[in-house]
């Protein structure tokens, strides 16, 4: 079964408005400060969603999301998953609101927030998964809100540093998660293959004007001689 589109939205302040995911029962609190819930969100939680069922053994596994932001990609993924999602979200304000959907949607003993810098979280996990801040800093005007800024461009972690985190909090045969645009795809393959790690899958999401790319790979094991493509059109 798909996630779901989000297919209303409350208005609850000023600033603050909820979105509603009938198909899953649960729903999000956003800060609207230009943090709303994309497009890249919903298909990263879809594709681990189709993907995640099929790596659990006789053990539960350890799984990882790097710049949870408000906890959309955890939420959604909550019923599916059969063990805890530990959500690292760098920014204070941000995680606040994170625990406050955990709350709302009565998930505190599933998924716990740790307000960190992932360059400062230690452990290691089976699975891993980011929708990660691929803008580079010298593109074009940058946003005037610090938890924008921090949210979608490279100021606190680039995609070097998130694949260098990710080797390092990895299992051995572990797997990870990552959706960029498809013209930082060429530096993501970089990063990877730099990393020791190998890419399972790719799938191609032609969005809109847009292309959005969703990353599986793995480290260790076997390397893989080819890669998986699939491409979806979405309207």
């Given amino acids: 079964m798909k996630i779901g589109k989000i297919i209303t939205a409350l208005k609850v302040t000023d600033v603050k408005y909820i979105e509603k995911f009938y198909t899953v029962n649960k729903e999000i609190q956003i800060e609207d400060i230009g943090l709303k819930i994309t497009e890249d969100s919903l298909i990263l939680a879809e594709f681990i969603k189709k993907s995640i069922g099929n790596m659990y053994g006789s053990r539960n596994k350890e799984i990882l999301e790097i710049g949870a932001g408000q906890g ?54 089976d699975i891993i998964f980011s929708n990660p801040p691929y803008r580079k800093m010298n593109s074009g005007k940058l946003p005037e809100k610090q938890e924008e800024l921090i949210s979608k461009y490279e100021k606190s972690l680039t995609l070097e540093e998130l694949f260098f985190s990710i080797k390092r909090l990895l299992k051995n045969n572990g797997h990870f998660f990552v959706i ?22 790719l799938e191609i999401n032609e969005y809109k004007k847009k292309k959005l790319v969703v990353v599986h790979g793995k480290k260790g094991g076997k390397r893989n001689s080819g890669i998986n493509i699939k491409v979806r059109k979405k309207v």
Avoid at 86 to 101: G, H, R, T, W
Avoid at 182 to 192: A, C, E, T
């Fill in 180 to 201: 960029i645009p498809d013209y930082r795809l060429n530096d993501v393959f970089s990063y990877i293959y730099k990393n020791n790690m190998d890419i399972l899958f």
């Fill in 72 to 125: 959309i990609i955890s939420i959604l993924l909550s019923e599916t998953v059969k063990t805890e999602i530990y959500a690292v979200e760098i920014q204070e304000s941000i995680c606040m609101n994170l625990l406050e959907n955990i709350e709302r949607n009565n998930l505190k003993n599933k998924i716990f927030p740790l307000n960190e810098d992932i360059k400062n979280i230690e452990g290691e996990y």
